[in-house]
């Protein structure tokens, strides 16, 4: 039997199941990703943020944010985005490149529905991400929902690197080939 890493589709599978299970709070280690942006004052600005959703139909993830935080921002002026997570028991490390939409309001709402009442706090808390305080609980938190964004993530290629223990394969899988994927040099 093919080792998944030494088989363009069985990697394909495998990192999607990680993705798949991430979304769905089953897979640790892709639960909570890097996403890096471009800066609005230049080079690159990088955070973690949970997974919400995963759809390999569409090739696309989904992330709840806050409409206030400076990521909304950078991806208003640039939506062109990286996510980024390791798998420490696979050795696999996979590199999204996305574009990614933000929805607010209406279309929103069944996302919102889905949120419990404590996480929904985080939507509301005054004054705004990033902003300076007197002392580092000078908060008011009250539920806002116009302020809950979900960020779709349209990924355009996928770079994933397996640390072998003798030999380490890199391979690209690009949407523009429809996902058939590539060798590259690790
Ligand atoms: C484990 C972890 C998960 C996080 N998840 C999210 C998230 O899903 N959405 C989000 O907006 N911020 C999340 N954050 C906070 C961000 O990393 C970041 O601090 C915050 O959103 C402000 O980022 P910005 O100013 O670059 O927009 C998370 C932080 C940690 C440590």
Redesign the pocket.
């Known amino acids: 039997m093919t080792d998944w890493w030494a088989e363009l589709g069985q990697l394909q599978d495998r990192f999607w199941t990680c993705l798949c299970d991430g979304a769905a709070g089953r897979h640790p280690a892709a639960r ?1 990703l890097a996403l890096a ?1 471009a800066g609005q004052t230049g080079g690159a ?1 990088a ?4 997974l ?1 959703g995963a759809d390999r139909g569409n090739g696309s993830l989904t ?4 409409t206030l ?4 921002s ?1 991806l208003r002026a640039d939506p062109r985005a990286s996510l980024l997570f390791w798998d420490p028991d696979l050795r696999l490390q996979v590199r999204l490149k996305v574009e990614v939409g933000i929805d607010t309001g209406q279309v929103v709402d069944a996302d919102w529905q889905r949120v419990p009442e404590p996480a929904r706090r985080v939507y509301g808390i005054l004054p705004p ?2 902003a300076d305080l007197t002392a580092p609980v000078d908060l008011a938190t009250l539920p806002d929902r116009s302020r809950f964004a979900v960020m779709t993530c349209t990924i355009t290629r996928i770079d994933a690197l397996h640390l072998g223990r003798t030999t380490h394969r890199r391979a690209m899988f690009r949407r523009s080939d429809d996902w058939i994927g590539q060798w590259i040099a690790p």
């Open positions: 909570f942006t600005e955070r973690m943020v949970v919400r992330v709840h944010t806050d935080s400076a990521k909304v950078e991400p990033g």
